[in-house]
């Protein structure tokens, strides 16, 4: 009856296993050691001491991306200072309206393509669309594969980027300002949900991604060997496994106010959040901050009255028109 014996944790128990009954001889095997009879049957049990540290510490190496939840923008930016003056590198942030979103991009989202072959041929239809149509639309030559889809995601034709800022500040923006409300009867806001800012560390996460090839710099740009498998119409099959950091080209006015850099995905369709709990990533090289829908609207004021407005994140005609929009109460 097991019930009256002392409970053993799981890798204990991985070192105990059943042999026969009418086993008369001794058996070492993968750490087990089992002697008796008929009449005896009797697992001796090894010092399962290296075997448990080793075991706990894979589940150590797959911890979950750490959360953090700062009650204003005044501890958001203090959790910030600290982080970046313990850190060798320039943090990279990213701000979702939403705090379910996934760090995936676009192109990875589509319904009905779900295999790498299928997204590397919806690439491939998507940048000769872009180039064959936009030709009327703008004045600019497209130099290369990597200029067409910095151009490509500026606009929002799905890519496998996903944007990022330098500026913590720009983040918080994004977060709060796309961050979906209702508006009472008595003029307040109300949010249904929280919002996210994603802080990542793109040397740390690049050096990770690319340890295969014993990558030791910083972040890419195009033209990088160790860039190389991850260019458009590339092939799939040949293409890194990780997303990496990269700085893409300033193609525009809006790209230089928001500080504008870049992730891009390879062979692996998940979310950067699974990857880096799946993959053993060095601890806290991804964080990802929670600003609670309660405090949303004190924190959209705040972002305000810090000077990043709409006309500042997005200069020109179009972000000047939403600033006017909401300073004379048309924001619905």
Known sequence: MWHNRPRLCRVEALCIAPIPLDSRTSSCENGRIFTGGRAEVRAKRLDCTELKNSFHGRVKEMAKVREEEPSSITKYIESVEKRQSTSENTLWYRGCGEVTHKLLPRLYRHRTAKDIAGFARLETQLMTRFRQRSIPFHDRSLVDDWDTIFFMQHYGVP???LDWTENPFIAFYFAVMSALFRVSKTNELTFPQAAAIWILDPVIWNRHALSHQSFDGAVLAPGDDALKGYKPTSTFDAMFNHPVALYGTHNSTRIVAQRGVFTIFGQNTRPMEDIYDSQSFPKDCLIKIILHNSLLA???????????????????????????????????
Do not use: H, Q, W
């Not at 990043?308 to 909401?326: N, Y």
């Open 159 to 161: 890519t496998r980027l």
């Open 298 to 332: 004190g924190m959209r004021k705040s972002i305000l009255n810090y000077g990043i407005t709409e006309s500042v994140v997005f200069p020109d005609l179009e972000g000047l028109a939403k600033e006017i929009r909401r300073i004379f109460g048309f924001e619905v």
